[in-house]
C-alpha cells in the first residue's frame, strides 16, 4: 500500500547565505529581495499554502560558483537567476504550470 505523504505540491529554497570574509556568496547577488519577491508573488497568484508552495530561507546549497541559487522540490530543478523578471518566471512557469524554465537552469558541473 502506497500513501502519499508530500503536504506541498513543491517547494522552492533560496540560498540566503552571507559570508563575511570577503568570499562570494548568494546575499551579495540580492538573494534577499529575490526570497521576498518570490514569496509576494506565490501569495498574490493564491499558490501558498498546504497542498500547493512553499517558498523557504536556505543556507549555503553548496552551489555557489552557480549563484544566487535556488531548487525547487519534488522535481530537484537548480535555478541560477538574475533579477525579478527571472524570479517572475520561475513562479508562473514552474510553481504555478509545472513548466521547468530551461534558460535559467543551472548548469550540471557547478559546485561551490
Ligand atoms: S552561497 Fe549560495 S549556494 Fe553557496
Not at 548568494?26 to 509576494?40: G, L, N, T, V, Y
Not at 519534488?74 to 541560477?80: C, D, K, L, Q
Request: aromatic share 8%; charged share 25%.
Amino acid at each position: 500500500m502506497s500513501q502519499d505523504t508530500s503536504y506541498y505540491q513543491r517547494h522552492i529554497f533560496f540560498c540566503l547565505n552571507q559570508r563575511d570574509n570577503g568570499e562570494d556568496s548568494c546575499a551579495q547577488h540580492r538573494a534577499q529581495a529575490a526570497f521576498d519577491r518570490c514569496k509576494s508573488q506565490a501569495k498574490a497568484l493564491g499558490l501558498s499554502g498546504a497542498g500547493k508552495v512553499r517558498v523557504n530561507k536556505a543556507g549555503c546549497l553548496d552551489r555557489c560558483a552557480g549563484g544566487p541559487i535556488a531548487v525547487v522540490y519534488p522535481e530537484a530543478v537548480w535555478y541560477s537567476y538574475v533579477d525579478e523578471h527571472d524570479i517572475d518566471e520561475i513562479v508562473q512557469s514552474h510553481l504555478r504550470d509545472g513548466v521547468v524554465v530551461q534558460r535559467l537552469l543551472t548548469p550540471p558541473d557547478v559546485g561551490r
